[in-house]
């Protein structure tokens, strides 16, 4: 048993590493730098899937607000890219101007560097989810009730973008001009610099997300989403291991808030929008949402799809994804993912057993006597 879980596992990495290796190969095949951007976007999308599939998938929490962490972040990051633009001698934003602001607001101050600017991009999304997840958690807040709190919460904090003009430039939002730099070099959006760093971060984030589930804390996740009574009383921390991946999710989440804003110069309430958030948890659900992998190509489908199919249905593309998840959900409730695993089952079932070379001539054919 140890030994083909072991086969199991190595043919799982098998799978990851070439996938990511088609991915490292499509800037040799593509010089069109929108198109790379485009790409590169799509891997940002990737990482939210991953970051739903690892708390919902994983740990049961569907989690309807991951655009908390991925907007903040996103803010976060186009302040500091702003900050890169303005000097001593005019410090003010051009929409604080227009707002009549006469001095930079004390909490954009930190941005002026940009190292500690980005820190506290990913830092305050992701102190965040520790308060709010550690209130829901104590509380033993579980099932549809923790979709409704961070449903209503990622639109309390939509609402508060929107009015606080002056210093979020509201429904307009910030829009950095010039290119992020950083360690001395500028990260041009549309070359293959911006591309590497999003597959490189991608990587990592789901190599470090497939480790932490075949851990003993990922084990004890997995038991909180069948059971998490049965878990409580064997003597686990349940608030504290939900606390913790709701948190990694979400840190997931802001790192891909901060990549966002590096490709597209731009940030929004529209990234704080209740529709986006749940489009993550529909590619997640459609992928696969217990597998990884699986929820991250759900992401890349579907937003090609639409990349490439919404402007010739326009709006009926929604429908159309709606009814394609409703199906997933009905007949595959472990997505494509799922289906795939159960057809590779299938074949390999099929093929012939070979003996086992170091069995017993009696192990073969006719019972020992």
Known sequence: MTNNLFHNRTAQWAVY?????????IPTFVSDGFLLNQFATYGVYAMLALSISLSWGFGGILN???????GLAAYGMAMTMQMQSQDASNPLPPFMANNSLEHLPFFWEPFWNTGFGIFLALFVPTLFYVIFGSLMFRARVSGPFIAIMTLAMLSALNTLILDMQPYTNGVNGISPPAALQIFGTEIDPYSSKAYWTVLILLILTTVASKLLTHSKFGLVVQALRGDPERVRFLGYNVALYETVIYTISGLIAAIAGCLWVMLVQYV????????FSITMVIWAGIGGRLSLLGAILGALMIQGGQSYLGDQFLNTWLLLLGGFFILVVRFLPRGLAGLLEKILGMAASRQPRQPDPIAPPHAVGAPAK
């Open 17 to 25: 590493a070439a996938f990511f290796l088609g991915l490292a190969a």
């Open 64 to 70: 309807l607000g991951q655009g908390i962490a991925f």
């Open 268 to 275: 929004s309430p529209a990234q704080l929008d209740v529709t």
